[in-house]
């Protein structure tokens, strides 16, 4: 596992047997790291069936809470404890079930008006004067996509996992047509630098995914704590 992967999922991951062990795992977190949120969940769910560890449910939970699908989440957070995770582990989900939770506030209620009566005289009077009483406007919740930590290892992990992926791309290309060709040294000079591009391409989506999950995990808990 690179570094930045393991300061996020350390907690959650026993060093004997790391997540990326998994190669459904390994796919969420490249199709996450090109923005496919679906095909990482997916992914995760076959990662459980695989190998039942509840880091996958976890994982899985915080990405629905993050597109604001707290019923779903809250539904894996529960299957998660269910597991018997290690304490700080189980209190972790019960905060992020708490933030799903709770109600949405009730509109401000409408301004009040009071207005004096006109007293029937001879002489005319003034208008009656109108006071209308407001309500203060709603403190200013944080903005969980506007959190400039969160865009620093989201666009830019998304941005190498994406030059990565094009590496890979062509590498793959350079070896399919080496491999039509009608010798050996001709397949040497066509395969060229695919190798090298190859495993250029796959460090780079390593260290693109692992920034991108960093900054949704980031995203998860702006969102947190602007619910509390």
Known sequence: MNAAAWLVWAALAPASA???DNAHYREARAALAN?????A?????????EDPRPEYLFIQAELMRAQG????????????????????????A???IDACEVPPEPPPPSPEVVATEREPEPAPVPAPEVVAR????????????ADPLANAFTWPGLAVAGVGAGL????????????????????LDELGPAPKMSRAGIALLSVG?????????????????SRR
Do not use: K, N
């Open 69 to 92: 699908r707290c019923d779903e989440a809250i539904e894996v957070y529960r299957r998660f404890i269910a597991a018997q995770p290690p304490a700080e582990d189980i209190a972790a």
């Open 41 to 49: 969940e997916a992914a995760l769910q076959r990662a459980y069936l």
């Open 209 to 225: 995914g692992a920034a991108a999950l960093v900054g949704l995990i980031r995203y998860a808990v702006v969102a947190r704590r």
């Open 18 to 20: 790391p997540l990326e």
């Open 94 to 96: 019960q905060r992020s």
């Open 35 to 39: 923005g496919r949120v679906a095909e």
């Open 168 to 187: 890979l791309g062509a590498a793959h290309r350079t070896r399919a047509s080496a491999m039509r060709a009608g010798s050996d040294s001709a397949y």
């Open 134 to 145: 407001r309500d203060p406007p709603p403190p200013t919740r944080p903005r969980p996509w």
